[in-house]
């Protein structure tokens, strides 16, 4: 437990340290909400608002995760094998990610909200729907990248194996998001919810599993 | 000489094709003859979910003895299945054409759930020619391999159980269910889904063999 | 493919007789019985049969020869 705390403040020292990452993240999720309110000006539509939301908010978590395991070259990875559990290796990324990913994905919320316009009802059911989303995105982006790291840190195999299987978890969270937009009631949604948390569960569980067997190379 | 479930699958399939035109119906609405579908269009479905959940045994079993066999094997069952989910898509379209009236719609669960599933595997298939080294695709391979099918199951079989849907048997289609089938029907269509299984797998048994031989002839 | 494109043309024909279906109440759906009657469905099934057992004659012989080549070694 003690060894997972370092490992995370680990990361975030990384982080700081390298204030590039960071900045250009925010950069570029003020640039891309920029450019909607531009070309939309005014959003009538919730599903149009929706859409393009979680289109945002998809390319951010991509970038976000990829940047975690391309910065470990290769005598980075001899000395991780050496000195770490690989479970607790796994579990430091994936909830640095979560972390990360859920701020970001607040502060995105917020940009747009600001430039082009908040149409949610339900803000709670939003913003639950929007952590969870986040953290199982990392989950999986993180195992994905782990994947792309072992097959030569190509970013676009990692974007071509992350993007089907991120489906069924982005149609979930569009749904639910929908459903908060519109402001029903938390009976109708339940069940979304429910299958959100749950794929929380089974994302998080099996990259941890699976990723002593990628621990080796 | 050729193993016996082979000719099984051969004459079972044969079966359902022969019986399958002339067996009498229930006659319904919007369906009418062309409910004989079921005996044709769902097998070759279920052949391909019995493909995948077999690469993904032998993915695990890869996994936990590191034997490069056991991934031909998963490789090679992937690529059967995806063979397979082709003219699933097909046969699918042509039938959503004249009961539906459309080709394809992003409504149904169940359509949008194998449409992920085809670009799952295509990512998989990428994955493994982008890594040279054997043992390393291996081992990636079936961690991708066990991941993507997971979630591919999740996406198929329980969303479509909680949301609406065309599909007859889900959700609010009042055509046929799938518990309601005719017992006419069942006696066709039981022995189709085990004739379509049994003939995917002798296609992935000429696949495997030729790729064991291509693999021992590229170890010497 | 041709299994399905049979059973399209057996549908679509089955809408051409109406007037055979005068019998029946309105509420009654279509079915290929007339088709089926003349004994034009066992053309169908013997296309179909005869294009299936052409498939397994060929993956029969694929198999037999991959048995010959793992023979060989």
Redesign the interface.
Same mark, same amino acid.
């Given at each position: 437990m003690q060894l997972l705390s370092q490992l995370i403040k680990k990361e975030f020292l990384l982080e700081f340290r390298q204030k590039s990452t960071l900045a250009g993240i925010l950069v570029y999720i003020v640039a891309t909400v920029f450019i909607s309110a531009l070309c939309f000006k005014k959003i009538i539509h919730p599903t149009v608002w929706n859409a393009l939301f979680w289109i945002i908010f998809m390319f951010i978590a991509v970038n976000v995760s990829s940047k975690s395991f391309m910065q470990e070259t290769k005598g980075k990875g001899l000395f991780n094998y050496l000195y770490y559990n690989p479970r607790q290796f796994i579990l430091s990324k994936i909830i640095y990610n979560m972390l990360l990913m859920s701020v970001l994905s607040l502060l995105t919320f917020f940009f747009y909200s600001w430039f082009v316009g908040s149409m949610v009802q339900d803000m709670g059911m939003f913003l639950l729907a929007l952590i969870f989303s986040s953290s199982a995105f990392s989950g999986v982006l993180s195992?994905m990248s782990a994947?792309a790291s %072992?097959?030569?840190n190509?970013i676009s @195999?990692m974007a071509? @194996?992350s993007?089907?299987?991120l489906?069924?978890?982005l149609?979930?969270s569009v749904k639910l998001s929908k459903h908060a937009i519109d402001g029903l009631a938390w009976s109708v949604s339940y %069940?979304y919810l429910l299958?959100l948390i749950m @794929?929380n569960f089974?994302v998080v569980a @099996?990259?941890t599993l699976?990723f002593n067997?990628?621990w %080796?190379? | 000489m050729i193993k016996w479930w082979k000719i099984a699958s051969a004459i079972i399939i044969l079966y359902s094709i022969i019986w399958g035109l002339i067996n009498p119906v229930p006659h319904l609405d919007i369906l009418n003859e062309t409910i004989r579908n079921v005996y044709y269009h769902v097998p070759i479905w279920f052949a391909m979910l019995f493909q995948m959940g077999y690469s993904v045994v032998f993915a695990i079993k890869h996994l936990s003895k590191n034997d490069l066999r056991s991934d031909i094997i998963s490789d090679q069952a992937a690529q059967t299945g995806l063979f397979f989910a082709l003219p699933g898509l097909l046969t699918g379209c042509m039938w959503a054409k004249f009961t539906w009236g459309t080709w394809w719609t992003f409504q149904d669960p169940k359509l949008n759930g194998v449409a992920i599933a085809v670009l799952i595997y295509l990512a998989y298939f990428i994955l493994r020619s982008s890594i040279p080294d054997e043992q390393k695709r291996a081992r990636i391979a079936a961690v991708y391999n066990i991941f993507a099918f997971v979630m591919m199951f999740v996406f198929i079989m329980i969303l479509p159980r909680l949301t609406d849907s065309l599909h007859p048997g889900n959700g609010g289609n009042p055509a046929f269910g799938k518990y309601d089938l005719d017992s006419n029907m069942r006696m066709v269509f039981y022995p189709a889904v085990i004739g379509w299984i049994l003939l995917s797998l002798w296609i992935l048994d000429v696949k495997k063999r030729i790729a064991i031989l291509n693999h021992e002839k590229n170890e010497q | 493919m041709k299994k399905m494109n049979n059973k399209i043309i057996l549908f679509v024909i089955s809408l051409l007789f109406p007037f055979l279906g005068k019998a029946q109440s309105v509420a009654a759906p279509q079915m290929a019985d007339t088709f089926r009657s003349e004994g034009k469905i066992y053309v169908v099934i013997t296309v179909i049969s005869i294009i299936f057992i052409c498939l397994i004659g060929y993956l029969i012989y694929i198999d037999m020869k991959l048995r010959k080549l793992e023979n060989k070694n």
């Open positions: 195992l994947i %072992k097959a030569n190509n @195999l071509i @194996l993007f089907p299987v489906m069924p978890l149609l979930v %069940k299958i @794929l089974v @099996l990259a699976l067997y990628l %080796k190379e | - | -």
